[in-house]
């Protein structure tokens, strides 16, 4: 018998993907993540809505081990990356920020692409954790020193990813007080 999904089925798979997502802090050092899923994730990432579609972003794909090592030592909130797959710095990129008041709205962007990051890292079985550099100005300087970026690119956040070693229940964070309704 043909097994069809049917379209609300689909739509509670992916609602279940966002819904079951959680920060990870363990990995598997053992295990390496495939480069095909890094492409996967990253083009989630690309998939998000920018600002006046300017795309101000930059991805730094790190695997190299001894690199991962020094991210862990040098980001006291990061330490995780040591045992990471890998890690992805996502950076804004000033050659691509707007003019005036929107100037800002890099920061919106490129946290539209870390949470996609997060949610198509999930949806392949993997686990990940949005690590904050910006606005801290010691982590950001750490991060152009150990990744040589260039100066265009702001480092925004560090995304280590890899395998869990144990998965945990999401937090429940749903909460009927923070919502207000104009009806
Ligand atoms: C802007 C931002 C900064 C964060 N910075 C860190 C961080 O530096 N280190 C870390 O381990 N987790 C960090 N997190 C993850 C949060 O701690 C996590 O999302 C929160 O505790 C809720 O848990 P959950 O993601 O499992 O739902 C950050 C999340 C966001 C959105």
Redesign the pocket.
């Known amino acids: 018998m043909e097994n069809k999904i049917t379209d609300k089925e689909k739509a509670q798979i992916i609602i279940n993907n966002i819904l079951t997502?959680?920060?990870?802090?363990m990995f598997d050092p053992s295990k390496e993540v495939d480069p095909d899923d890094i492409q996967t994730i990253l083009q989630a990432a690309m998939a998000a809505p920018t600002g006046v579609n300017r795309q101000p972003w930059q991805f730094v794909v790190v695997t190299n081990r001894d690199l991962l090592k020094q991210l862990a030592e040098a980001?006291p909130?990061?330490r995780?990356a040591n045992e990471a797959g890998a890690a992805i710095v996502v950076c804004g990129d000033k050659s691509r920020f707007l003019e005036g008041e929107d100037a800002e709205l890099w920061v919106q962007d490129v946290?539209a692409a870390?949470?996609n990051i997060?949610l198509a890292a999930h949806a392949l079985g993997l686990g990940s954790?949005?690590?904050?550099l910006y606005p801290h100005q010691d982590r950001i300087t750490s991060v152009y020193g150990i990744l040589q970026i260039p100066a265009d690119f702001v480092p925004f956040?560090?995304i280590p990813i890899g395998y869990v070693k144990t998965a945990?229940t999401?937090?429940d964070?749903w909460n009927p007080a923070a919502i207000t309704y104009r009806s």
């Open positions: 997502r959680t920060s990870d802090r980001l909130y990061c995780m946290s870390s949470e997060l954790v949005w690590t904050a956040n560090v945990h999401p937090i964070k």
